[in-house]
Every structure is written in C-alpha cells, then in structure tokens.
C-alpha cells in the first residue's frame, strides 16, 4: 500500500514557475513508476510526466515538453514536478500517481488505468 501527499500548488501568473511535491508512504517506493497527472474543470484527467523507478527514464506529455521536469529522490520517497514558464491552460488539479511496474505494462505510463495509487491532489491556478 502506498499512500501520496501532493503539495506545493498555488496561484501563479502565466509565466512564472511553481514547484509540486508529493510525498509518498511506505518502503517500497523506489520500486514504483511515479506519474503526474492533472484534471481540469469539466475535462478528463491527463497524463503530464512520468518518471521510473530509479528515475533514469522520464516521460513528458507534448504540451509540456521542455517547460516540466519531473524528478524523484527515492532516500526521501519524494517525486517532484517543477513547471517552467505556465500557461492558463495548465491550470488544474494536479494529482501524483504510482504505478506497480509489476502489474502493468511500460505502456500504460501514458494512462491513468496504468497507475495503483492516487493523491488527493493540489490545485493550481495560472492567471493571465
């Protein structure tokens, strides 16, 4: 079982820079791919960024290639996701995932079914 505290959302203008953590219980989070996902109002949730487990690959949704980065320290069971010049269409509720890489195939990184274990989620908010 593992259990995922995000934090670190806010209000931010477009352009400017927010740092999102999630802190995760339990001894074996280094075995875990680690994603982030994000929610707007009245759309479905999307996958932003993953990370594996030793942290030695990354993947990015396009519209946020090259503005996040996704990184992870397994000695403190700590994922982060670090987005660069925002956008008000980044806007949302952003949500760390866990995924088993056990149970699921390398391709469900790209899809909420693909992922065991939810944080309630953090808001962010990027005026224009």
């Known amino acids: 079982q593992v259990q995922l505290v995000e934090s670190g959302g806010g209000l931010v203008q477009a352009g400017g820079s927010l740092r999102l953590s999630c802190a995760a219980s339990g001894r074996t989070f280094s075995s875990y791919t680690m994603g982030w996902f994000r929610q707007a109002p009245g759309q479905e949730r999307e996958f932003v960024a993953a990370i594996s487990s030793g942290g030695g690959s990354t993947y990015y949704a396009d519209s946020v290639k090259g503005r996040f980065t996704v990184s992870r320290e397994n000695a403190k069971n700590m994922v982060h996701l670090q987005m660069n010049n925002l956008k008000p269409e980044d806007a949302a509720v952003y949500y760390c995932?866990?995924?088993?890489?056990?149970?699921?195939?390398?391709?469900?990184?790209?899809?909420?079914?693909?992922?065991?274990?939810w944080g309630q989620g953090t808001q962010v908010t990027v005026s224009s």
């Open positions: 995932a866990a995924k088993d890489p056990m149970r699921h195939s390398p391709s469900s990184t790209y899809y909420r079914t693909g992922y065991d274990y």
